[in-house]
């Protein structure tokens, strides 16, 4: 059973400086709560009991989110501020726990998945991009069908969607045996490159930052040399587990939010406050009358 995710979140999140420089990036809001909180929730609505932040000691603001802070609680407590103290206290259930784990060096994506190996040890596991944001507006999440998925089948899930030509240089793009296929299904994958130029990519499906992996990769990853940027690419090691064991593309049906740069921030910000139950309503005429004034 797929019970522990990785959440690689030891980077510095150059992209997102200078709001970045003291505040580790995961850390900043989405409307009323940190980034890294939605894609926690998302792997506990998935099933995941373990919650692994392979970490760097510049962001323990992180862990100290999720952990109790006993004197806020009890003033809490005491002023009989109930909702707010539910709120603070109901980030995650009681059976979830959230482990982390130092990566010393910044050796790549591959590198920080490895560095959670002594807590995954044989079993499947999820790995959450902490940058990506996915949204499936009310359907069946993403990562829960993948999961379901590599229960029936074994095969690990890579999740994937279709990026425009020009950026296909920015991603782990993916070939398909047939067909790609139809939002929420898998087909097998054939081969996967870390960021192609684009007359070397085999396609414009790339993957988003949703996988579900057998225990079987971390020995691989272990043996995988430094590939493109001179990186341990998770992707490499993806592509040498292909030759051992069955790998789906998962076709997502949700929404993306890159909330590792400037513009993909803001626009998980629009997205999440027009639909957020509270201010929802007050933000939507907020933004249409902003859109007034500037235009
Ligand atoms: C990483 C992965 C890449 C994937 C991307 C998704 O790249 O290496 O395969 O497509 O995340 O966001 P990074 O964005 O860390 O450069």
């Known amino acids: 059973m797929v019970k522990k995710a990785v959440l690689p979140v030891a980077g510095f999140g150059s992209r997102m400086l200078p709001a970045s420089k003291s505040i580790p990036k995961e850390m900043l809001p989405i409307v009323d709560r940190p980034a890294i909180e939605y894609v926690v929730k998302e792997a506990v609505r998935a099933g995941i009991k373990d919650i692994i932040l392979v970490t760097h000691s510049a962001k323990t603001a992180i ?33 979830v726990s959230v482990i982390s784990i130092r990566q010393h060096r910044a050796l790549g994506l591959g590198h920080a998945v490895a560095c959670a190996a002594p807590v995954v040890g044989d079993e499947p596991f999820a790995v959450l991009l902490p940058d990506v944001l996915v949204d499936c507006a009310g359907q069946k999440e993403d990562l829960g069908v993948m999961v379901e998925k590599y229960h029936a089948s074994g095969a690990a899930q890579i999740m994937v969607e279709e990026v425009p030509e020009e950026r296909v240089g920015q991603y782990g793009i993916v070939a398909l045996k047939g067909e790609v296929p139809a939002p929420g299904e898998s087909a097998p994958m054939t081969a996967v490159v870390e960021k192609p130029a684009v007359e070397d990519a085999p396609s414009r499906l790339s993957v988003v930052g949703r996988y579900v992996l057998p225990g ?18 998770l992707t490499d090691a993806i592509a040498t587990l292909m030759e051992r064991a069955p790998v789906d593309a998962y076709a997502m049906r949700g929404r993306t939010f890159d909330c590792g740069n400037k513009a993909g921030y803001l626009q998980a910000i629009f997205h999440f406050a027009a639909r957020h139950p509270e201010l929802g309503e007050q933000v939507r005429e907020m933004m249409a009358a902003e859109i007034k004034v500037t235009s």
């Open 63 to 95: 862990e100290d989110y999720f952990d109790t802070l006993f004197e806020l609680e009890s003033l809490l407590e005491a002023k009989g501020k109930d909702t707010l103290l539910a709120e603070v206290r109901d980030i995650l259930p009681d059976d």
């Open 216 to 233: 079987e990769i971390m020995g691989i990853l272990a043996e995988t040399p430094p590939g493109a940027g001179n990186e341990i690419q």
